[in-house]
């Protein structure tokens, strides 16, 4: 091979190909996916939107609790109580995982050691990826009779039914999250403290969990947002019957099972289903929001 | 106390035959020394002699670490720190200064005040009272009194090493260990904080580990010489750098021979 030749410089030899072509592959790849992000989102959008634009009024929407469309006299299509439905069961999923996550996450990140620490960590990642349908199965077959027995209720499917349902589902990525954000805190942080004579849990709560907060807070946010996106275990826990519940024994009915439920039944371009649209259009809105408010977070501390 | 005969009398701590190893690697053996009640003892020694272990054994910061083992005995004010059930309260009389600052995630005076507030101290006074006299001994007070709310971590390089003195300071230690306190400040910050431990040798003692030969020829009282996990030499500093050693390989070192 002669070095001193300078039209090298010019020539196209093959790995100067390959390269081009793998930044090419790449490049699709990664621009595909906010193409369909953006695709979905216009789709979404159009089929909403002739609901948007003729009988959609805000206040009859988002402040009616009356979900009757199929009425043959006067369909009506207010979301409340479905909204309700979601938060409520949202909000005792979080009472549920919240503790969980963060105590198995500060006992992984801080306590565990060794095998016990690899175990642990196979088996939250394996907890998060059974399917939906099976916790919706076991909210169905085994929490159902355990409530109606434990607490005298007529009915077991409810909204304390699919919020541990729901908050069992989503503690497991919650965990990684809240994990990897202890984890994140730099050892040189706990060697000061531990130096001072601070006990282990000093050391935590008043070191690593401070410094960790925004991942902690991103975490739960990651999990509020599970919560409002999950369907298929909402929907066979909850009850599903429209109702805005005044305790946790009511069933109630979330906005995505709403969606699954009635999709299928109505006619395509019709006031009913350009209403499931428009509620489609409002979940995407709001998980958009709080994944990106998580993300941004999560982002915070890394920047730091 | 069996062990009293052993210890010598004034000691602040003393130290016999003490091993360390981490899995199956020596990292120091046979280590017999006494350092007096306040006294600026330097350490010195070249990379992996053992200096940063020894100082881990001396607050027993091997319990965290499983693979760090411990041999011999090391006597605190008199008593064996082996056996402790509360290894939290030998560490709250020994302040630690680590070789790069360590600014915790919280506001200056946060970071003065956790360790009065680990030992339960809660009165806002006297936590101010603390807080001004420790950055002031630590030669701060003057750079960050009007700031004592903005976070540690964003202060430079020698006022964190100044704020991690002041905490260390915080905790009113008996012993100070500095472990090659100067790598990341700049020579006129070290300067100020080699007149800062010469003012507080008359109220504790101090452990001075370093890899400047003369940082320890300006300040320790005794100095001990480690090499490759044992320790070489302990004597009067002066005697190491005017010759007067057991060993050649001391001299070779302070001269700067190898190193």
């Known amino acids: 091979m002669s070095r001193s030749s300078v039209t090298d410089f010019d020539r196209r030899n093959r790995d100067w190909y390959i390269d081009r072509l793998v930044q090419a592959v790449v490049f699709i790849g990664g621009i595909s996916a906010i193409v369909f992000i953006i695709g979905i989102f216009v789709f979404i959008t159009r089929e909403g939107f ?25 369909p009506t299509y207010g979301i409340l ?20 996550s963060l105590g198995a996450a500060i006992f992984i990140a801080e306590f565990a050691t060794g095998r016990v620490r690899e175990v642990l960590k196979i088996l939250v990642e394996l907890l998060a990826a059974i399917p939906s349908v099976v916790w919706g199965f076991i909210g169905l077959s085994i929490m159902n009779p355990l409530i109606i027995e434990w607490f005298n209720v007529p009915v077991g499917l409810n909204v304390l039914n699919a919020g541990i349902i729901l908050g069992l589902m989503a503690a497991p ?48 946010l990651l999990g509020v947002g599970r919560g409002f996106g999950e369907t298929m275990a909402v929907l066979m826990a909850t009850g599903h019957s429209v109702n805005i519940p005044t305790s946790i024994f009511d069933s109630v009915r979330a906005l995505t099972a709403t969606i699954a439920a009635e999709l299928g039944e109505t006619a395509v371009g019709s006031p009913h289903y350009q209403a499931l649209f428009t509620i489609g259009i409002f979940l995407f809105a709001i998980t958009f929001v709080i994944n990106l408010t998580a993300d941004l977070i999560v982002r915070g501390i890394r920047n730091k | 106390m069996v062990n009293a005969v052993t210890t010598g009398a004034d000691a602040k701590v003393s130290v016999r035959n003490l091993e360390i190893a981490y899995g199956d690697a020596t990292a120091l053996s046979g280590v017999d020394l006494d350092i007096r009640e306040n006294e600026i003892f330097g350490v010195i020694g070249p990379a992996n002699a053992g200096k940063t272990s020894f100082l881990k054994a001396l607050n027993r910061m091997d319990m965290f670490n499983p693979e760090m083992k411990v041999g011999g005995d ?8 082996r056996g402790l059930r509360n290894v939290y309260a030998l560490r709250r009389r020994i302040g630690v200064v680590f070789p790069l600052p360590v600014g915790l995630p919280m506001n200056v005076y946060d970071n003065v005040a956790l360790a009065p507030r680990l030992g339960g101290q809660r009165n806002r006074a006297e936590l101010d009272v603390i807080v001004e006299r420790c950055l002031r001994r630590a030669a701060l007070w003057d750079e960050v009194k009007d700031r004592l709310d903005t976070l540690g971590s964003l202060l430079s390089g ?25 790598i990341a400040v700049d020579p006129v910050t070290t300067m100020r904080i080699e007149d800062v431990l010469k003012q507080l040798r008359e109220e504790m003692t101090i452990i001075l580990v370093t890899n400047l030969v003369q940082q320890a ?19 009067v500093t002066e005697d190491l750098f005017t010759g007067e050693v057991r060993d050649q390989r001391t001299r070779d070192y302070v001269e700067g021979r190898f190193g």
Request: a neutral charge; hydrophobic letters at 50%.
């Open chain 1, 81 to 100: 109580a479905l909204v309700a439905g979601t938060a409520s069961v949202t909000g005792l999923a979080m009472l549920v995982a919240i503790p969980f």
């Open chain 1, 173 to 220: 990525i919650m965990t990684s999250i809240a994990e990897d954000a202890l984890k994140a805190v730099p050892d040189r942080y706990r060697e000061a403290a531990e130096a001072m004579g601070a006990t282990r849990w000093q050391v935590i709560a008043k070191v690593v969990l401070p410094a960790a907060k925004n991942g902690l807070l991103g975490a739960v």
């Open chain 2, 217 to 235: 020829r300006r300040l320790a009282d005794r100095t001990a010489f480690f090499l490759d996990g044992r320790c070489v030499e302990i004597g």
């Open chain 2, 74 to 81: 090391i006597h605190f004010s008199g008593r064996n720190t």
């Open chain 1, 50 to 74: 002739s609901f948007i634009a003729t009988e959609f009024d805000v206040s009859g929407f988002f402040l009616s609790q009356n979900w009757r469309p199929t009425s043959e006299s006067n």
């Open chain 2, 158 to 182: 020698g006022q964190q090493q100044r704020l991690t003195i002041a905490r260390a300071l915080s905790q009113q230690p008996e012993v100070l260990m500095l472990d090659e306190f100067s």
